[in-house]
């Protein structure tokens, strides 16, 4: 039932070949300006220790090393093979690697799938010879591979530090950036680097699942165009950031969703908010910049994580206190409002024109002696109200700017940084003016392992990872999943049915099935004629009502003038009857009328809308947010995959900006969140219980300060699958 | 009339003192940890080539300089005085300075009005003590000044590079990490930097005339962290944006606007968003991020502005052509759409597999020759589609990365850039992974004025300001302000008695008066009395009318039951007159109730709001969005200063982010635009021509495919003038 929580308890079989003892290298070559000979560069520059098989049918040996000229020749298997040449001869050569148990392929070549139909049965072709000898696959069309713990470095890059940082990206230069970048922060080494290429084989999951288990890795990172698989990236995404930080950066993020859907959920399918949004929900740290993608992951490798999103200042000046406090609040973060006790502590150390509220300005007080800013760091850390504590300005450079001298009491003061770090549980995140130039006291900070940030955007996108990952860590504690639901037989009939008739449900039948599961519904009859009025009006006593035409054939209710509001007494509901018949027939003389709803005249309330959609890439995903132009023209929403725990559920209604209009604006009453929540878990049950619904909308939902109204619910039904049942039968 | 266009024709007297041929350090020392000492370190080491005069009374000579023990002592006048001693010194010297001819006074000390009330008084006796002598102030409580073309290094900065950049910063820190970043980026210098303090004397727009006359300084810069007066900011900054480009990071984006405020436009006075709105307004370039005012300033400084919004990519690779795609759309740029002949002769010289539709990826061609890049760029610079171009990826490091036999093809590729870049009237923008190691080929650009970045981010920041400013310089040639209004003796005559009677103007006297000036109102009549009903009745003959109480004392209508809408007919009219006398009776007995205002009932369509406000700050500014929630919860709106010209009002509708909605949605028409930036000129010109006035509230006007309805009308008088002319009297 739960597919996101399945777990995969064996080790991943990556291990065999992303951390080989031999590699074949197919192609390698002498002449310097092909691929195969920086392949065997790269090894043996490094001191690669296992066994190199360069092969070649035109050399004997290559870079001092025996050549073979078929992998056929080879003296034993090789656990890896790297292939440098043409698409056309990746499937015979794949054979070839099965038959002498190769384990794992990387494919540089391109041309396969990205290049039309021709490449996409070549790129099949190439996965049957695979999988026929049980070879996996990198790629095809992958930048390439390296593990620098085993001086496995197939790119021979140079200058590139082993570390712990893994990282899968889907652009080699994506890869080349954060060499770069790594080699001039001068602190940062990688683990392991795949591209995953065209995922014809192992897919974004499968590396994922690697890194999560691999012991060099601390961070995983990840550079994704597109998902193949997104509901299984998931299932491992939520395994491994129960224990690593896994760091995301998703290009694509102005792409247009998808058009031609049937529901407004539908027409967000497949786009970067949902992505986000249901990366967010299994504890992936989503960088939105690709810059973000190194500092993020260097931040949550070395430091604690925070229970919270209340950030305690320190600067030695006001303008970048100021600074600060924007790009916090922008950010989603607080600036923690510190205790009378830490003011009073606070006052007694520094100069009385000090800021003693947050954010903190020792304004000149640290000028004669930068140690006191650690003395500020120990004083917020011991404040409950204190999640992280973020030091500005120009600590570090002190004996640059005012004196040499200062330089002792400079590095007196990293070295308290250093032990607070090592004795508090709060994050001490350090943006420094003078990083770039790496001073004395810097330097000792990050040797220590407290990163010092050159830049104040970055320090800040930081603060949030650790304030969102100490968050999501706490509440996945008490993760329960909405209660599954057992299927009910009379809405299984319903469906059932509905395939029957190649239709799907009608607005009462899938209100019915709400009912069925508990979902609170106004009362309504559905008027099979004339005769039944009277009855019914009888039923609902004085209150005003609405008449609706119910029939698989007219969508748009209102356009057939099949919509009557405000209908009061049987005279009434008389005339509009007929008049609903009489119109709905003009609209459309073929179709066949089911009968009019009737049903109470909902309060006025605030409008929000529920969907589901079964996304291609994620499977079944939940929309919420305000109703009218704030999903058409804002698409103001949240995403959820399917099943939400509570907390999701919760983190939702809290996370969509015009979060203030469930509040309660122009004195109107705050809505009843709780049951807003209560409904949202519900329609999670009731997705995950029924297979045969495609799609959900509840639209709109009115919700009051005590309850809610479903006005209208619609519900998609799985015509693909009635038509295979109708074809084994 | 025109406040914003003043022109000042006289050179600014900044130049005396900002640029001194002699300088007195009062409390001059030989003690290194004194600011007295690094100044003359500063000018000493620098070179100076002015007099210094050290005064400090227990000193005859300071760094080999003779010292005086007073001003009074000094052989000759001096342009500038550093005053490095405390607060209270500071009048007594001021006094010593006028009697000495000196020009102007940087006031190092802080303890002025920042402090409290005393310091305030203290801060007035300082500046009544310039006055007295004539003596101009920088500061107090600033971080000083340095201009480094006279080799004046006040601040004693070290590694501080001569250029173009003039910084005016209130926060010293800030100037600190400039200086920095410049030191890193190794090719951006300063000219002058000020740091204005408390702008007691001289302020933001004192200092901005000063570095548009500097011949010295390219691009002017400012951190703000607030103006003190901004309408004359606004006024210098539109003479200087229009030949030099402005550059200015303003702090404080999350400050709540003012609580207590009279309307919906009033709440958002002094706001982040208006005060950006504004400085665009007049031309200035506003940077969200403090580390984007460097980069940004060196891109304006050096490149040619772009036409317009179309940015033509070039990328060797395809992750970096997505991302630079996704930060093009988010900063608002467009990816040009590239013609048929263009496509052409790319396909000419690249490999099949590239892709020839903007973002043009090479896709592996220019892997051996580097310099097909630049040809990429000569060839898109061409096409009339394209306003901007911008270089994306490994240029430069191709060498490094692929084989150091490309070296010379990357030099050739980076000389027909410099060509390119002079040839063109476009700018080239251009971003490479390797900018942070500094090869050869990207020195050689930088050298010849081709700034390359380090950050995607930044570059699309640059590639933004300068088709903001293009699109800017252009539009302005062609800004002609909303015509004068000439005041008319009636509406005078409305504001003289609202004054004298202390109240606003009622609606239909608000209405009165936009209509007199040329603004299509709908029909309305004021009714006194019962008898008045039938012969208005028969005038509005069938149509729906609306009803409301018209009284001084009732601002809230609808509470006191003095609305009604949907009144059909003689009947009800009279029915509805005498609820409304009853219920607004019954709500404030003590209410003088002018009549009921009768009008048709306004059609459907789209509610926009037209506020007007003087602020504080800015002066008259008017205020553009839609109604309801989007003014309220989504502070979506468009701020401009009066008057407006016709761009000014064309960009305010077309820079909300609702302005989907107005274009229609939902089968609705769009909008008459034309018939509402008519409205918003109009309004202009009306505030403009009655300082009464003070505020202007229209909200709802319903914007309709042709034309609008002005719903509701609200005019707020000057009190305060009513009751100086009282007193006058």
Redesign the interface.
């Known amino acids: 039932m739960d597919a996101t929580q399945t777990t995969s308890p064996q080790r991943s079989p990556l291990h065999d070949f992303l951390a080989p003892d031999s590699i074949a290298i197919v192609g390698a070559s002498a002449d310097?300006?092909k691929r195969g000979y920086k392949a065997m560069v790269g090894l043996v520059k490094d001191g690669y220790k296992g066994t190199i098989y360069p092969i070649n049918p035109k050399a004997d040996m290559i870079l001092g090393i025996k050549a073979y000229s078929a992998l056929a020749d080879l003296p034993g298997p090789a656990d890896l093979a790297l292939i440098c040449t043409p698409a056309a001869s990746v499937p015979g050569l794949l054979l070839e690697c099965g038959k002498k148990g190769v384990k794992g392929a990387v494919i540089l070549a391109?041309g396969f799938r990205e290049?039309g139909p021709e490449g996409a049965v070549l790129e099949q072709q190439v996965l049957d010879a695979a999988r026929q000898g049980g070879v996996r696959i990198i790629g095809p069309n992958t930048s390439g591979m390296f593990n620098l713990h085993k001086k496995v470095n197939l790119l021979a890059l140079?200058n590139v530090k082993a570390g712990d940082i893994g990282f899968i990206?889907?652009?080699?230069?994506?890869l080349?950036?954060l060499v770069?970048?790594a080699?001039?922060n001068g602190h940062v080494g990688f683990s392991t680097y795949v591209g995953p290429g065209n995922q014809t084989d192992i897919g974004f999951n499968d590396y994922l699942r690697y890194l999560g288990e691999d012991p060099h890795t601390r961070v995983a990172t990840l550079?994704v165009?597109g998902f193949r698989d997104g509901r299984r990236f998931l299932n491992v995404a939520r395994e491994v950031t129960a224990t690593k930080p896994v760091v995301v950066y998703k290009?694509?993020?102005?792409e247009q969703g998808q058009k031609a859907a049937s529901s407004h959920t539908g027409a967000l399918a497949g786009s970067y908010a949902m992505t986000v949004d249901v990366l967010r929900q299994v504890g992936v740290s989503v960088v939105q910049?690709?810059?973000e993608i190194l500092p993020v992951a260097e931040g949550l490798g070395l430091l604690q994580m925070a229970r919270g999103k209340r950030v305690a200042v320190i600067a030695?000046?006001?303008?970048?206190a100021?600074?600060a406090?924007?790009?916090l609040?922008?950010a989603g973060l607080e600036l923690a409002e510190l205790s009378e006790t830490t003011r009073q502590r606070l006052g007694a150390i520094l100069l009385p024109?000090a800021s003693l509220v947050n954010p903190v300005d020792v304004a000149g007080s640290s000028d004669?002696r930068p140690s006191l800013l650690a003395n500020c760091m120990e004083i917020v850390a011991e404040d409950d109200n204190v999640d992280s504590i973020f030091l500005v300005?120009?600590f570090g450079?002190y004996n640059?700017?005012?004196?040499e001298t200062l330089l002792g009491d400079e590095m007196r003061g990293a070295e308290s940084m250093i032990e607070l770090a090592q004795k508090t549980s709060k994050p001490l995140v350090i943006y420094s003016?003078?990083a770039?130039?790496r001073p004395p006291a810097l330097r000792r900070l990050h040797e220590a392992g407290l990163p010092v940030y050159s830049?104040?955007?970055h320090a800040v996108r930081v603060l949030s990872a650790l304030g969102e990952r100490g968050i999501y860590l706490a509440a996945s504690r008490e993760h329960s999943n909405a209660p599954a639901v057992t299927p009910d037989s009379q809405v299984q009939a319903l469906f059932a049915q509905a395939q029957a008739e190649g239709r799907d449900l009608l607005e009462f039948e899938a209100k019915a099935l709400l009912r069925t599961h508990g979902v609170s519904m106004p009362a309504e009859q559905v008027v099979r004629s004339e005769d039944e009025l009277k009855e019914v009006a009888a039923s609902f006593g004085d209150q005003p009502l609405v008449m609706k035409v119910v029939s698989k054939d007219i969508l748009h209710k209102s356009d057939a003038g099949g919509v009557k509001l405000n209908v009061h007494g049987e005279e009434a509901m008389r005339k509009v009857y007929a008049k609903i018949m009489k119109s709905c027939k003009a609209y459309n003389p073929d179709a066949d009328i089911h009968g009019v709803l009737v049903t109470p005249m909902a309060r006025k309330g605030t409008e929000v809308i529920i969907g589901v959609m079964r996304d291609p890439i994620f499977g079944p995903v939940l929309m919420f947010g305000l109703g009218g132009?704030f999903v058409?023209?804002?698409e103001d929403v949240a995403f959820r995959a399917i099943p939400l725990s509570r907390h999701d559920a919760r983190s939702m209604v809290e996370q969509i900006?015009?979060r203030?209009?469930l509040k309660g604006?122009?004195g109107d009453a705050a809505v009843d969140k709780e049951a807003l929540i209560d409904l949202l878990l519900k329609v999670s049950s009731v997705v995950d219980a029924y297979p045969q619904l495609m799609e959900l909308d509840l639209n709109p939902v009115i919700a009051y300060d005590d309850g809610y109204a479903v006005v209208d619910a619609r519900i998609i039904v799985d015509r693909l699958a009635a038509k295979s049942k109708d074809a084994l039968l």
């Open positions: 310097p300006t391109s290049t140079a990206s889907q652009s080699g230069n994506m080349l950036s770069l970048e080699e001039h550079y165009e290009s694509g993020s102005t910049n690709s810059d030695d000046g006001g303008g970048q100021t600074i406090s924007d790009r609040a922008e024109q004669a300005g120009m450079g640059i700017r005012f004196a003016l003078y770039p130039i830049s104040l955007e132009i058409e023209i804002l900006k015009a203030k209009i604006v122009r």
